[in-house]
């Protein structure tokens, strides 16, 4: 059974969620990767204001391939998250309540991660056609001249993913292959 | 003497990088659908599924936004005269195939500056001479989150076998969920540094459950897969039976002095062309 959530997050929602939950998200979400989140960060040192709203805003790892005519995007799944590691503790600490990507996260991550409240979420690595598909809406906030790696806005309709490392620091990338080997390891 | 102009082998470089990035190939397709119905982890079926209802769902878009870097690798055969710049020819190609496909451009100019080509070139070119008068093209577009996973290791002569098989799983290991689990395994055995890190990429070219030509190595392929997958990383590294999908290892002669031994992590997005012109 899929969690419906909306995006951006609200605390509640965020505290609310368990590692190993499926859930469709709904709503407004922002994509950036490694070049974006450097600039983001770099806005950050200098003072200025960030060029999307920030509280409980969820990010999506992910640069996607060009939009075919007539489509909204191109492929769209997510990227390996621990890239984003060095960048991510910052934008939490300043109201990010989400991340979704794939692959393992830091500690340091993790701690920011429960610090805020924040939930980080897995999305189906290699399966960018079909989450193109969950995309209503995508456009260019800033850095066009990243190509795939622009800072966009993107309206989301029941994005699917799964809670991989709850508020409460709970990480599925220990629990489930663990509980797997548990239940199926005696054969 | 044959003469091919590269302007024939630079549109057949286009279409084959369109055709590699929107089609799954056979072998693939067919190892997903036999590792779902083998897979006895709940949340891992699920993730099996969509796995493959992408790649069923996925032309003309993309399978996956990261269409990588072109890896070609031409084996020109020695009685062929190529008319023109085949270096140019394939760039050409790679670049016709990522604008007019629609696939990302993923390559920057500098590694350390990092501004993007535009174009997804240079391709990563491999040629080789060969006996005859063809040209073997393959083309197989390479993501990085599995790139970013490999890893080669100088061995000790005294490693032997034990010393592979640890350093393989080792490296499946630290890799866990970041190459998009399932996994192809291209392991490389001896040359020297580079070398083995060329025949772990070779190695991913060869179709999934083809067997290695030598039966020792053939049963170690059958070996490590085995143990691998009773690693239960799972697809995605949310546990589960099925962490890779194939093993497939490549060996040349080395050195008294060394066994090195490098292991070409591939997604189960295992991309790969080949056409003979």
Redesign the interface.
């Known amino acids: 059974m899929r969690i419906e959530i909306a995006a951006p997050l609200t605390k509640e929602t965020a505290a609310s969620l368990r590692a ?1 939950d ?1 859930v469709s998200i709904s709503g407004v979400i922002y994509s950036a990767r490694d ?1 974006a989140h450097k600039k983001l960060c770099e806005l950050i040192e200098k003072g200025e204001a960030l060029p999307f709203p920030i509280d409980g805003s969820v990010i999506y790892y ?7 005519p007539g ?1 909204v995007i ?4 997510p ?2 998250s ?1 890239r984003m590691d060095p960048y991510a503790p910052r934008l939490l600490s300043l109201g990010s309540l989400g991340m979704i990507g ?3 996260r830091s500690a340091e991550v993790i701690e920011a991660m429960k610090s805020a409240g924040a939930v980080y979420f ?1 999305a ?7 989450l ?1 598909r969950c995309i209503r809406k995508a456009e260019v906030v800033c850095w066009p001249e ?4 622009a800072l966009m806005r993107l309206e989301v309709h029941r994005l ?1 993913a ?1 809670v991989i490392i709850d508020s409460l620091g709970c990480d ?2 220990k ?7 548990t239940q ?2 005696g054969d | 003497m044959r003469e091919m102009h590269s302007e024939v082998i630079a549109q057949r470089v286009a279409e084959m990088c369109i055709r590699a990035n929107t089609v799954l190939p056979e072998d693939v397709c067919a190892a997903l659908d036999a590792s779902r119905a083998r897979e006895d982890g709940i949340v891992a079926r699920d993730v099996l599924d969509t796995i493959i209802e992408n790649y069923h769902i996925a032309n003309p878009v993309p399978i996956c936004q990261d269409t990588g870097m072109a890896c070609v690798f031409l084996e020109i055969g020695q009685d062929v005269h190529i008319v023109g710049n085949l270096t140019q020819a394939v760039n050409a190609g790679v670049a016709k195939g990522y604008t007019e496909g629609y696939l990302r451009k993923s390559v920057v100019r500098d590694p350390l500056f990092r501004e993007n080509t535009g174009d997804n070139t240079p391709a990563m070119l491999y040629t080789e001479l060969v006996p005859g008068d063809s040209v073997r093209i393959t083309v197989a577009p390479k993501g990085f989150g599995s790139e970013n996973m490999s890893r080669i290791a100088m061995l000790k002569p005294a490693d032997g076998v034990d010393g592979v098989v640890d350093f393989v799983l080792e490296t499946v290991r630290l890799a866990g969920p970041n190459p998009c689990p399932p996994i192809v395994v291209g392991v490389g055995i001896g040359g020297n540094f580079d070398k083995a890190a060329l025949l772990a990429k070779k190695a991913l070219l060869r179709p999934i459950g083809s067997r290695n030509a030598q039966p020792y190595y053939a049963e170690l392929e059958d070996k490590l897969l085995e143990k691998i997958n009773a690693l239960g990383i799972g697809p995605q590294g949310l546990g589960g039976r099925t962490t890779a999908l194939g093993v497939q290892i490549e060996t040349l002669p080395t050195h008294i002095a060394g066994l090195p031994c490098a292991v070409n992590i591939n997604c189960h997005v295992s991309r790969h062309v080949t056409e003979v012109l």
């Open positions: 190993g499926s070049a992910m640069g996607p391939s060009p939009a075919q489509a191109g492929a769209a799944g990227t390996t621990y794939k692959g393992r897995g189906v690595g290699g399966a960018g056609a079909l193109q990243l190509g795939a790696e699917p799964i599925l990338y629990s489930g292959p663990r509980d797997y080997l199926h390891g």
